[in-house]
């Protein structure tokens, strides 16, 4: 079967971003070598980013480098964080922030 036809079955029975996340994962299979070069129109997709913020919810995910907890996000409002977090990755604002060296040390 090639990544068109596993894709195509994909898309018949699943919702979009699982549809999207067989797409890549077939095309990558098919193509090892293959390079993806239009990523980042899919990252800020509003269902992909919804789907990501269930499974985080989900997992109780842990604060990252900027100390944001779920709770806080929930009070700011779920839809309105995701709608700035779209626009701020589409329009290119967002950037992270470093993993190491982000949080002082303490008793140093």
């Known amino acids: ?3 068109g036809q596993a894709s195509s079955t994909a898309v018949g029975s699943l919702d979009p971003v699982r549809a999207l996340q067989h797409t890549l994962y077939w095309s990558a299979k098919a ?3 293959r390079r993806f070069h239009a990523l980042r129109d899919k ?3 509003r269902d992909v980013l919804w789907r990501a913020w269930v499974v985080v919810r989900r997992n109780n995910g842990a604060p990252g480098v900027d100390e944001t907890t779920l709770g806080q996000i929930e009070d ?3 839809e309105r964080f995701l709608d700035e977090l779209a626009e701020d990755l589409q329009n290119e604002r967002w950037r992270p922030l470093p993993a190491s ?3 002082p040390q303490v008793g140093v």
Do not use: C, F, K, L
């Open 101 to 103: 060296g982000a949080h």
């Open 31 to 33: 193509d090892p070598g």
């Open 76 to 78: 700011y409002g779920v």
């Open 1 to 3: 079967m090639s990544a």
């Open 43 to 45: 990252v800020y997709r």
